[in-house]
Every structure is written in C-alpha cells, then in structure tokens.
Antibody, heavy 122, light 106 residues
C-alpha cells in the first residue's frame, strides 16, 4: 500500500528555521517525483515544487523559488520542505504528494500525505 | 506560465441536480488536466486525470471532458457527500498550476 506520512504540526516564531518531512512507503521511492502543495487557511491549493528522489532533480514554482528548499534522502525514502527564515505568511497546511507517472515531471498527484500544519506567530 | 481559471468560484445546488464546473487554461494543454475533490478538513483526492479518465474507485456520476483550453467536470446527480471544493490542475509542464477552486454546497 502506497503511503506518504508527514511530520507533525509545528509552531514557530518569525525568523526561525524549519524542515518538515514526508516519508514514502509501499512503492519505489526513487522512481516517482514528489511534490509539495501549500494551502493557506481558507484558501486554495498552490503548487510549490517537485523533486525526483532518484537524482534530487528539483523544479520550483516561480512563486516559491528562493523562498523554500525541497530536498530528499533516498536512503530513508523521505522528502523535505524547509525554510531558513519563516514569516507569518508561511502559516499554512503543507501537503506532499506523489506524481503518478514513473519518472515524469508532468504528472498529476495520485497519493497525498496527511498534511502538516505550520503556524508562524510571535 | 499557463494560468488556470475555474468558474464558478462557488455554487449551490439541490440533491439530484446536474452540476458543471469549468476550468480554462490560458494556453493549450492538450488533455493534461486533472480534477481533485477536497472535502472540508480533508486531504485532496484525485477524481479524474487525462481530462476524462476516472480514477479507480470514483463514482461514475463524476465525469470530465475537454481538450486544449476548455475543460469541464460534471456531477450527473449531486449527492450530499459531494459537498466539497473541486480543483483542476494542469500537468502539461511545470509549474503544475491548480485552478482557484469551486466550492459546491447543497
């Protein structure tokens, strides 16, 4: 059974750093792109970027380029999303999701993590 | 970048009604279009991919159509459990942009 299990909710202060995780299981982690999606409170889904764990090839949305870093550790089948200096506007739920087509950047998401709520407040 | 525009942003319909949601791409994307359903407080769920292919396990009252720039998601007979926000997503090329969402209420 394919599963993506994300790390737990975080409460941080502005300016702090953060790294959240997404652990894949039940499939060949290195062969499928993993994406990150932001959902701000009461708002829609925003595509942030994707990573290919096989070689760490990463693509970002222009809106998020330079604001976050996406990485992956294929030895632990885990993808990461990190911030070096959080802002209050980063408060949101972040989902990881698996691209459905082996090796393809252009693919829809067939499996989703449960979401990680990040709250940034002084 | 290609923009995805959904309409309407919200709608209210009765049980048993036929509901249609539209998604328009700012450039042609062939049939590289997916639809997701997100129920309140839940994780998004894939409904349709390749514009018209139903994901396994999705009720047949859901259907998708379109190609190029104009796409539709249709619920043939709205059920109470269909209350959700629906999103389209293009996957023709990165960035894999989502539409703004359509909230469906009863």
């Amino acid at each position: 059974e394919v599963q993506l299990v994300q790390s737990g909710a975080e409460v941080k202060k502005p300016g702090e750093s953060l790294k959240i995780s997404c652990k894949g299981s039940g499939y060949s982690f290195t062969n499928y792109w993993i994406g990150w999606v932001r959902q701000m409170p009461g708002k829609g889904l925003e595509w942030m970027g994707i990573i290919y764990p096989g070689d760490s090839d990463t693509r970002y949305s222009p809106s998020f380029q330079g604001q976050v870093t996406i990485s992956a550790d294929k030895s632990t089948s885990t993808a990461y999303l990190q911030w070096s200096s959080l802002k209050a506007s980063d408060s949101a739920t972040y989902y990881c999701a698996r691209s459905s087509i082996v090796g393809a950047t252009g693919s829809y998401f067939d499996y989703w993590g449960q979401g990680t709520l990040v709250t940034v407040s002084s | 970048d290609i923009q995805m525009t959904q309409s309407p942003s919200s709608l209210s319909a009765s049980v048993g009604d036929r509901v249609t949601i539209t998604c328009r791409a700012s450039q042609g994307i062939s049939n590289y279009l997916a639809w997701y359903q997100q129920k309140p407080g839940k994780v998004p769920k894939l409904l349709i991919y390749a514009a018209s292919t139903l994901q396994s396990g999705v009720p047949s009252r859901f259907s998708g159509s379109g190609s190029g720039t104009d796409f539709t998601l249709t619920i043939s007979s709205l059920q109470p459990e269909d209350v959700a926000t629906y999103y389209c997503q293009k996957y023709y090329s990165v960035p894999l942009t989502f539409g703004g969402g359509t909230k469906v209420e009863i």
